[in-house]
């Protein structure tokens, strides 16, 4: 009978073979996972090696939101009508809300109106129920999650989906805001940088939301003791609202546009993980400030 210790290199290279696969089919070439400098490469790193326990719970929809309210404050949080395993046979709201997954990305039920939409987020969230997310990118943080269900209220006019603004904090600094437009039908995406300035060179503008500074500094405290970690919020209105944190964006699959910021948004990573967390920046003005252990990609450079 084979020890634990030779079954985890066989699932360790499992693994790599997984990554490298649908690595070379978004990017068109393996990566680099022992010598990693592209944020992409390091991405597929963290989902290798890094078993950080804050990790999990930081991802998790319900559970993060308590952790958020008390570092920022309770009005930058949605409110959440309800949280299950199984939805209610009718919908007892009589506004827009969404149904979401509390152990994944992405999934996402929008109850505008009538018994037909509602019946739509049933089959949908009974398939989330059935299976782990994140599996088959060997995503680990969200097999450490309890499966589940919440409800929020739509936020916004109910009709199109708000802007989502997802900053990127390397080293407890955010860097970059990457603004989601039109979600629902023509999902595109603009990077930036923290003064709000386009990277790509054909960017369409969109307007600098009121509250930025805000958001960055936000960002930064959810953000401490981590090398890098992505924070999204929403605007639709004066005060600022947490969406959720990623710990492996696009799950490290997403080209850059330009290409180039692959490679500077890996020197942000790799030069973070090599500071002390004493050396960091601290958080703004909002919330409190905490010192955690150092994020794994440090221990592993």
């Not at 990277?199 to 930064?220: F, G, H, K, T």
Request: glycine share 6%; aromatic share 10%.
């Amino acid at each position: 009978m084979e020890n634990r210790n030779s079954q985890a290199v066989r699932g360790d290279q499992a693994a790599r073979l997984r990554i490298g696969l649908t690595y070379l089919w978004r990017h068109g070439r393996l990566p680099d996972l022992s010598n990693p400098t592209l944020f992409t490469e390091l991405v597929q790193l963290r989902k290798l090696r890094d078993r950080n326990p804050r990790m999990p719970a930081m991802a998790d929809k319900v559970a993060a939101k308590a952790l958020v309210a008390s570092q920022l404050g309770r009005d930058w949080i949605i409110p959440m009508l309800w949280s299950g395993d199984e939805l209610p046979a009718n919908s007892p709201w009589d506004r827009p809300v969404v149904v979401k997954s509390r152990h994944g990305c992405n999934q996402n039920a929008f109850v505008r109106a009538g018994a037909s939409d509602w019946r739509q987020a049933m089959a949908a969230s009974a398939r989330w129920m059935r299976r782990d997310y994140g599996w088959w990118l060997d995503e680990w943080l969200y097999s450490q999650i309890p499966r589940g269900l919440l409800i929020e209220p739509m936020i916004g006019s109910g009709e199109d989906l708000p802007l989502d603004y997802k900053i990127f904090v390397f080293g407890g600094r955010a860097t970059h805001v990457q603004v989601h437009i039109d979600r629902e039908h023509r999902h595109r995406w603009i990077l930036h940088d923290r003064d709000w300035r386009p990277l790509a060179n054909d960017a369409s503008a969109v307007r600098q939301p009121a509250a930025l500074s805000d958001m960055l500094s936000a960002a930064e405290t959810l953000a401490e003791g981590f090398d890098f970690v992505r924070v999204d919020f929403y605007q639709p209105e004066r005060q600022p609202l947490f969406g959720e944190i990623s710990f492996y964006p696009g799950s490290g699959l997403d080209p850059f546009d330009p290409p180039t910021l692959d490679a500077e948004m890996g020197e942000l990573w790799l030069r973070a993980a090599a500071r002390p967390i004493a050396d960091r920046p601290s958080a703004g003005r909002i919330g409190r400030r905490a010192a955690f252990e150092c994020d794994a990609i440090a221990v592993l450079r």
